[in-house]
């Protein structure tokens, strides 16, 4: 590998899609036969996480004859997140499984470097937790859940999602109950900032789950639909 390059190479962000190339030059006195296997690993390079490791099969029938050179494009999506924000290094190896006999195996890598701005993001927060009443429960009582649903982050949610409440009784761990609500954004986008005020009812358990400590939580976005 003697030439890596990325397009754009600057004012990147998480999430982002970019267009990956390098150049893999056949500096030995042999052509080389069949397949091969290309890997590119990005790194955040603070933490030393692996945020993206990718496989690149290269299946031409001809292979590179010596001394020439072939160029090969990668089109890839950053990763979302914190984890994939701040200086990353991202590293092609040639020939990761060692498919071609080569006289210097020394020189099968090369890495860039490159900074990543985090994303705006929505991040959907539940606040406010209640029920009611809020004890006493019996068997087959219709008890309320209210709440509060905050977009935390600084993008607004423009596509429907779910939320979720789950009930679980600790003593036995199972769940006894769980009701979903759709958000279709019928009031429109969630902007940041933005609330939303939620209510639920379930049907408390009978039997040996109608006793002992529970669990109430909600899940928002259950369905990993918010980006």
Known sequence: ???VELTPASGLETGQTVQLSWI?????????GGGWNDRVVVRNIATGQIVLDITVPYEGSTGIPRGEAITRLLTLQLPGGAA???????????????????????????ALTIDVALA??????????????????????QVAVDWTLVNAGDREVTQ???ETVEIRNTATGHVVAT????????????????????????TWPSGVDAAGTFTIR???DALGEVD
């Open 160 to 162: 429907p999602f779910s």
């Open 179 to 202: 009701v979903t609500l759709r958000d279709l954004l019928e009031q429109g986008p969630l902007a940041a900032g933005g609330i939303r005020n939620r209510h639920a009812t379930f």
């Open 84 to 110: 994939a924000a701040g200086e990353l290094s991202i590293t092609v190896i040639a020939d990761v499984d060692n498919l071609v006999n080569e006289s210097n195996e020394t020189n099968n890598s090369a």
């Open 218 to 220: 909600v899940v928002a």
């Open 24 to 32: 893999e030059e056949n500096r030995g006195t042999l052509d080389t």
């Open 120 to 141: 705006a993001h929505a991040d959907l927060a539940v606040q406010d937790l209640t029920l009611s009443p809020a004890s006493g429960f019996v068997a087959g009582q």
């Open 1 to 3: 590998i003697n030439h």
